[in-house]
Structures are given as C-alpha cells and as structure tokens.
C-alpha cells in the first residue's frame, strides 16, 4: 500500500511531540504507535501490539543495533569509573592550567575531534572534554554542538570509519551498473571537496569558538553559564545524571596517573581489536581499519578503560574492589534510559521505512528538473528526508542509486552528485531529534537532548541554506573552489548579521528591565 503524503505522519508526530513536550522517549514511542496504527488498517489496539513484535524487538535483534546498545551501556560504565576514579578530575586540573579560557577548552575539543577520525568522536570525546568545559563554563548545550557538528562530518570525511566503506559500497555498485571505469575510491575521495554540509559543519564550530559568533538560545545559554555558572537550564533534563553525591573525597589530590592509565588501557584495548578483526597480518594497516568491528572495538575499549580507572582508584585507596565494582554497575545503570531511545529511535526508522517516506519525497521531483539545479535539489530532498528520519545512512542507500545515473545522464560531475547526497544525509545526523546520534551527543555532553537540538538548530539550517547556495554554483561551473568560497562568505555574513540582532534584542530587554525595576 502506499501512503503517499501520509507517510509523513509518524515522523512528525515524534518530531513535534519531541519539541513541545521535551519528552523524547515518549514522543518517538508515539510516532512509532501512530505509524504502527497507519499500517495495521489504521487499528490503534493491534498497532500497540505490533510496536513491540513488528518494531521495538526487531530493532533489537539486529547485530549492529545490539552492538551499539553494549557499546553504550559500557560507555556509561566508564564514564562513571572514570567519575568517582579521579581520573576526570586529575585531568581537568592538569589541562586547565593551560586551557584555561572558554576559547582555548572549545578550540581544544574542537581539535581533539581529529584524534577520533576512525569512528564518530562523540561519546569519548565528550567523557573526556565535559570536566575540561565545566570548569571554564561552557555551557553543555554549547560542548553538544561542537561534539555533534564533528561527529559524523568527520566520520564522513574519514576513509578508515565505517562511514566510508560503507559510502564506496554504495558508490561502486552504481559505477559498474553504468559500465564507468571510475575507481569508486578516487570518486569518493574526490567527494570530499563537494561535501558542503560536512565541510561547513566542521568549519563553523571553529569560526563560531573564535568570533564568539553565539546565536538564538545558544547565545542566552552560554550568557547564563557566563552570568550565573549554570551549565544547563533550570528546566532542562539532562539525559543522564549529573549529580555531585560522588564527589572525591575532600583533600584527595589523583594524580595524572589516575587518567594516563584508563585512557591508555581504552586506545589499547580499541586498537588491539581493530587491528584483530580487521586482520592487520593479511590486509595490512590502512585496510584493517577497513576490515574491522570499530563498534566491538570501542566496546571493548570502554571495559578495559573502566578496569583500568577501578585498578587506580583501589591503589591509590580511593575505593575498595567492591566499590569499584558497584560504580561500574551504577554508571550502567544510568545509562539505560539511552538504549531504550535508540530502540525507538529505530523503530521510527523502520516505521519511516515500511511507509515509503524516502520514495514519496524523492519521487516528488524525479524528472522535472533543470541539470543545474539537480545537485541543489538533490541535497534538499535528502535533507528532508535525513530530518523526518533521523537517519543518514538510510538517505544515503536510497538516493545513491538514484543520483550517479541521473549525474551520468545530465553529464553532471559524479562527485558533485555524491556530495549533494551525502552532505544531505549529515544534515538529518546533525539536527534531527530522532537521529541516534542526536541522543548520543546529548549523552555525551549530559545535557538535555531536546534543548541540544533547539539550540544547535539555527546554527545547522544556516548551514544548510548556504549549502544550498554553494550546491546552485556547483550545478552552474561544476567547480568546487567557486562553491567553497561562495559558501564561506555567505555564511561570515549571515552569522555576522544574526549576532548582532541577538545582543541587540538582550540588551534592549535589560534596558527594559532596568527601567522597570527603577
């Protein structure tokens, strides 16, 4: 059956629910219900059922779905180990001697980033950086957008991440059904310099950090952490908890050692995996990246990390074994309500999926359009798509197959093509409230999922506007540099603009509440 524009329903209701109601759980449960009923005959009882047989334990069983729901129940696990070990503490201490602005910590989670290039540099990240940002006050929702806009953009751009041969893999079929002689790695590298979105994700945080480019609720958030140290707002709900009931004891000093030894048993432990099951022997070390589980890798990383910070945490008589073991089980614990949202998460996906709402989009525009513009309208469809999916991978499986033949017809640039198509799909990863990734980063930065989305937003539809504007001059020369730099200066512009129309209005409203007080 098809649904048409009806499709778009259950997406919506999660999404709008989501950002009315600040309840992320129940709002994607109810657009799972909603499109659960719209495929059972429209039969509310029988698509409460299904929810559960049809949706939720499907999403479960799925290996790569399972391996991410370990991977972050034993992220909270260290997460926590690494809490109430003192090794956070000791390295907050240690690097905000040096990182001692709001600048330098952004700028250094910023950069950091880069270390992680193999997978998305999120959840470690964030554990690592969060006690850094906190004690120079940046607020959370601010550490989220910087985590998010170089998660998967990076990943994007990295060709040893699972986001790469998974991009080739759809390339490379393509290429062969066209009876093209194009290497699909050289394709995809060419990509880079036409994936708009990603690029300009990336580059923003930095012009961001620099100018102190703050807008819309990002702007009021960072001023109250400026103004009154509050990190999150009074109504926030942090996705996981960030009370102080385990501070470290008063007088207890950890050393660097507290850190150095957990984090080094955590690279240990993920590259030993990777390059196990990506059997470095055989494919050697670039194409073991390739060959490898990342997610089993990180997995195992995050248990060997939290080992780690238990083993320093007893020698240094911190915590006794026993403790160290409850706190893993405690991190773990605090954690569960992530997994539970992923499930739904994909779900949603699945429901999404089943009712057709990449085809009815795309099949919207499918012939009527002028070459020049197909790469600009080819990254709004997705976009749209990526948004009321949350899915990047999934924009991505769709309309691969559908622009590298209409590129090769029109005689349009293939990697211009590719790039409109990926860098739609980063836009959905970016911003959407139903993207795992979205509630990952949120995790990471214990900040509230809805809030990080409500903030981050403004700064991911300028970029995506002028993504647009850089996709239209790409459809006109073809050329990459006119793109980028055309791109660049619109969005200098637009941030310039827009920063001084939010200090106008607040410090009108203070005026305001001056003249009332007095």
């Known amino acids: 059956m098809e649904y048409g524009i009806l499709s778009l329903i259950p997406p919506l209701v999660a999404i709008i629910f989501a950002l009315k109601t600040k309840q992320t759980l129940l709002s994607l449960f109810s657009g799972v219900w909603v499109g659960a009923t719209m495929l059972n005959a429209w039969n509310p009882v029988e698509g409460l059922i299904k929810v559960f047989s049809d949706f939720m334990v499907p999403s479960v069983s799925d290996k790569g779905n399972a391996s991410l729901l370990i991977l972050v129940s034993l992220a909270g696990g260290f997460i926590y180990s690494l809490k109430v070990s003192g090794a956070a503490e000791s390295f907050a201490r240690i690097i905000t001697k040096k990182v001692n602005t709001k600048k330098k910590a952004q700028l250094m989670t910023w950069a950091c980033a880069f270390l992680f290039s193999y997978t998305e540099p999120i959840l470690i990240l964030g554990t690592v950086m969060r006690p850094i940002t906190d004690k120079v006050k940046v607020a959370r929702v601010k550490l989220a957008y910087i985590l998010h806009s170089m998660g998967g953009p990076l990943a994007s751009f990295s060709p040893i991440s699972s986001y790469g041969p998974f991009i080739i893999?759809?390339?490379?079929?393509?290429?062969?059904?066209?009876?093209?002689?194009?290497?699909?790695?050289?394709?995809?590298?060419?990509?880079?310099?036409?994936?708009?979105?990603?690029?300009?994700a990336m580059l923003t945080v930095s012009f961001v950090v620099l100018t102190g480019f703050d807008i819309g609720g990002m702007y009021k958030a960072q001023k109250r952490a400026d103004e009154t140290g509050e990190l999150i707002g009074e109504n926030d709900v942090p996705m996981v908890s960030d009370k102080d009931e385990d501070v470290l004891p008063e007088g207890y000093h950890p050393s660097l050692w507290n850190f150095l030894v957990p984090m080094g048993l955590l690279f240990i432990g993920i590259f030993s995996v990777i390059f196990w099951t990506g059997d470095i022997r055989t494919n050697g070390f670039v194409d073991a990246f390739l060959h490898a589980d990342i997610v089993t890798a990180i997995s195992v990383g995050f248990l060997v990390g939290a080992i780690g910070a238990s083993i320093m945490a007893i020698i240094s008589r911190l915590r006794s074994f026993q403790q160290t073991v409850d706190?893993?089980?405690?991190?773990?614990?605090?954690?569960?309500?992530?997994?539970?949202?992923?499930?739904?998460?994909?779900?949603?996906?699945?429901?999404?999926?089943?009712?057709?709402?990449?085809?009815?989009?795309?099949?919207?525009?499918?012939?009527?359009?002028?070459?020049?513009?197909?790469?600009?309208?080819?990254?709004?469809?997705?976009?749209?798509?990526?948004?009321?999916?949350?899915?990047?991978?999934?924009?991505?499986?769709?309309?691969?197959?559908?622009?590298?033949?209409?590129?090769?017809?029109?005689?349009?640039?293939?990697?211009?093509?590719?790039?409109?198509?990926?860098?739609?799909?980063?836009?959905?990863?970016?911003?959407?409230?139903i993207a795992d990734t979205t509630v990952m980063t949120a995790t990471a930065a214990a900040c509230d999922n809805i809030e990080h989305v409500r903030t981050q937003l403004p700064y991911a539809l300028i970029i995506a506007g002028t993504t647009v504007f850089g996709f239209l001059i790409g459809g006109m020369t073809g050329q990459a540099i006119p793109s980028l730099i055309g791109q660049a200066v619109l969005i200098v512009a637009v941030f310039w603009i827009l920063n001084k129309k939010v200090k106008r209005r607040i410090g009108s409203h203070k005026q305001v509440q001056t003249l009332t007080h007095n």
């Open 169 to 200: 893999g759809l390339i490379a079929p393509q290429l062969v059904a066209l009876q093209l002689s194009d290497n699909p790695w050289s394709v995809y590298l060419d990509m880079f310099a036409f994936n708009l979105y990603g690029l300009f």
């Open 327 to 433: 706190d893993w089980v405690k991190g773990v614990k605090q954690m569960m309500n992530v997994p539970l949202i992923l499930v739904m998460v994909w779900s949603i996906g699945t429901v999404t999926s089943k009712m057709g709402v990449g085809a009815y989009i795309t099949q919207l525009i499918d012939g009527f359009l002028p070459a020049s513009i197909v790469p600009a309208c080819i990254f709004i469809i997705g976009a749209v798509i990526s948004f009321a999916t949350g899915s990047s991978w999934g924009v991505w499986a769709i309309l691969m197959p559908i622009a590298i033949p209409m590129a090769h017809s029109l005689d349009l640039s293939l990697p211009l093509v590719i790039g409109a198509v990926i860098s739609s799909g980063l836009f959905g990863n970016h911003c959407s409230p």
